[in-house]
């Protein structure tokens, strides 16, 4: 037997026992499940770089025209169909230089300034079509999870609606309805309206049956159930227990849909059904160079790759994010 | 198993109504006159005259009814008739006669009246027989080709996960999912017609296969446009076969297989594989909207005269009756492989047919 300490007094020695337990360092604020999320993300280095990429392009299309300050629309029949910059690199006698970086195309239109000003009606439809796609989607969603009777209904219309033929009904859609709106709203904002409506319309789907299938299971749990027992009324319960549940499948569906936005937007004017022929949008400015692509390559690869980075990028993003919000889809 | 198929047969009849009811109602919807082109010399009760006899005063349920009838039953016994008396596959047949009636009131024979063209004034449906061949032909084969480098680059990413082959293979099929077929098209064009010669970017489909040099240039003009479609097939199938793969190489099925003293092969390739097969089976049959999609724009970028191409020429020329039978036709081959997928994963997966 060994000796023991023998403690002074019983205080003493609870202040020992207490001491034992405390701990040494100051105690941290309790980690938020957002910040988890946070760091669960940064740990996917494509979400990363394509978050960055997204937001570089977003900042890019917004402030550019403020340092740029070229009119795309600008005629300079002179100075037409320059090179980009980089041609100078192997040919000296290129027409090429800092005033047109990317060059100019054969009406001598700056193509860095069609470029951005292509940029910004390309995110504009992606982030518009994709908050249409989302709200409805996730209405219907919701709508449909939570209220057993209309389930069926809504889920059968939703099933109806995957099946339409997509492409062909947007371009019927579209050349259809362009000479009304264009009436009312002028040719650019008619068209706007008409493709943003257009793809938000036709690409809720998938976040409908997503969210609807998340609602259901939460439906069942036991928050529900004690929300419900306290008198708290469906409109509350969904707002207050249940939306801010299904955040992440949006939020992933959300990445899902500008891409497809994205790329059907320029599908369209690339099938030459788009916007009006002078008003530039990535797709646009893509289809207008296939026909001279040989001699001008860079002006296919321009807005070619720029639609291709961000859809990538987002793409990326939405990865990541599913990854962080749900930890059991890991490295899928 | 029968009762399934046919119950899902069944389904797809209100799907196909529905559809078609859209497609009517958006055309019926659409501001626009079809008179409009006619030209403004014509007097107004002649033009009212034409209204008329082109059936636009009726009320729309007998025009949505009139669409129907034409499009289910007229075709069907042109259709009929004409595979029964030319081709080899029912040629052997007694030749039918269902789409000829006798006029009462001069007793001779004529043939029904067929959904005409706006532009070429011919039967909607000849064209389209006449398109359908090279559309299916490039997307077929894309698709084919597509599931087939997908699959295996999908079992090998998921079973070596987080090797090197893994990283690169996601990264690739990531950018070839974000890369717009319209883009990849008129690259490949720049690429390997322009640079380096060695194929040509105009789909030739007049070319006839009848000897084995013949065989080579069809090959070579096929290589592109299938390629640009198979690219978008390759990524989303290999991604979810990738994801199928992971999810069934940690279950305990597979551990009690090893156990048991199976070969490797035989574990990945039998056990789990044939487990993964079912959710991207699906995905298979449902990517055929999407892959149409594409082809309208391949079809467009390397000028395969296919029925994607049909409907662009239709769409600027504002023929509606061959873009509204188009767009039906695209929505029947949506849901024909819908139902494809359903009774495929119905074969497949026992619980879902028993549901």
């Known amino acids: 037997m060994t000796e023991q300490a023998i403690p002074a007094s019983p205080i003493e020695a609870d202040i020992e026992t207490f001491g034992a337990l405390v701990d040494k360092e100051p105690s941290k604020p309790p980690r938020s499940q957002w910040f988890d999320v946070w760091q669960q993300f940064r740990k996917h280095k494509g979400a990363v770089f394509g978050g960055g990429f997204l937001l570089f392009i977003t900042l890019a299309v917004v402030f550019g025209p403020f340092l740029w300050d070229v009119d795309p629309k600008a005629l300079d029949i002179r100075n037409k169909n320059w090179r980009p910059i980089y041609q100078l690199l192997f040919d000296n006698e290129a027409k090429a230089g800092w005033a047109h970086p990317f060059g100019t195309d054969q009406l001598g239109r700056d193509i860095m300034a069609q470029m951005i000003a292509g940029g910004q009606v390309s995110m504009a439809v992606g982030w518009l079509a994709m908050a249409l796609a989302l709200v409805i989607g996730s209405a219907i969603g919701v709508i449909s999870g939570y209220f057993k009777k209309l389930d069926f209904w809504l889920m059968r219309f939703t099933d109806l609606v995957l099946s339409l033929p997509i492409l062909p009904l947007t371009l019927l859609a579209v ?68 939306l801010p ?69 987002v793409n990326y993003l939405g990865d990541g994010l599913r990854d962080a919000l749900d930890p059991r889809l890991r490295g899928r | 198993m029968l009762t399934f198929t046919i119950r899902r047969l069944l389904l797809s009849i209100p799907t196909l109504l529905f559809i078609s009811l859209v497609i009517f109602l958006l055309l019926q919807l659409a501001p626009g006159d079809p008179m409009a082109q006619v030209p403004l010399t014509v007097p107004p009760e002649v033009k009212q005259k034409m209204r008329e006899a082109l059936g636009l005063g009726q009320p729309i349920y007998v025009q949505y009814y009139k ?76 698709y084919v080709v597509g599931i087939l480098i997908a699959i295996p680059i999908g079992i090998y990413s998921a079973y070596r996960h987080y090797s090197l082959f893994d990283q690169a293979g996601t990264f690739v099929t990531m950018v070839g999912f974000s890369i717009p077929p319209f883009f990849t098209g008129p690259l490949l064009i720049v690429v390997f017609s322009v640079t380096l010669g060695w194929l040509p970017s105009i789909y030739d489909t007049t070319h006839v296969v009848t000897d084995w040099a013949s065989f080579k240039v069809q090959f070579m003009q096929m290589i592109m446009p299938v390629m640009v479609l198979a690219l978008q097939t390759t990524a989303q199938i290999s991604r979810y076969m990738r994801g199928a793969m992971l999810d069934n190489l940690n279950q305990d099925y597979v551990r009690t297989a090893r156990a048991k003293g199976l070969k490797e092969s035989s574990v990945v390739m039998v056990h789990v594989l044939r487990n993964s097969m079912i959710p991207v089976v699906t995905v298979i049959a449902l990517g055929m909207p999407a892959i149409f999609g594409g082809a309208i724009i391949t079809e467009n970028v390397f000028k395969v005269n296919g029925i994607g191409q049909l409907l662009l020429t239709a769409l600027f020329a504002n023929d509606l009756p061959m873009v509204m039978t188009l767009t039906f036709i695209f929505a029947i081959l949506i849901v024909l492989f819908n139902l494809i997928a359903d009774v495929l994963y119905g074969l497949l997966d026992p619980r879902i047919r028993y549901d």
Do not use: C, Y
């Open chain 1, 175 to 242: 050349t259809l309805f362009r000479q009304p709106l264009n009436s009312r709203f002028g040719p650019e904002g008619g068209m706007f309206i008409l493709i943003v409506g257009i793809i938000g319309l036709t690409s809720w789907m998938q976040t409908a049956r997503i969210v609807r299938g998340d609602i259901l299971a939460l439906k069942e749990r036991e928050f529900i159930l004690a929300a419900r027992s306290i008198g708290t009324r469906s409109g509350k319960i969904i707002r207050r227990h249940l």
């Open chain 1, 245 to 313: 549940n299904v955040i992440s499948p949006i939020m992933v569906s959300a990445t899902l849909g500008l891409a497809t936005a994205i790329i059907t937007e320029s599908a369209l004017s690339f099938l030459g059904v788009g916007f009006p022929s002078d008003f530039p949008t990535w797709g646009k400015l893509l289809s207008d160079a296939v026909s001279r692509m040989q001699e001008f390559p860079e002006r296919v690869l321009l807005p070619g790759i720029a639609i291709s980075l961000t859809v990538l990028s």
């Open chain 2, 67 to 142: 669409w129907l009838i034409q499009f289910f039953w007229v075709e069907p016994q042109v259709f009929l008739d004409w595979a029964t008396r030319d081709t080899f596959l029912l040629g052997w047949l007694p030749d039918t006669n269902f789409s000829t009636f006798i006029d009462p009131d001069s007793g001779a024979v004529r043939p029904v009246q067929r959904t005409i063209s706006w532009q070429t004034r011919s039967p909607i449906m000849d064209i389209v027989i006449q398109r359908m061949p090279q559309t299916l032909w490039v997307v077929g084969l894309s």
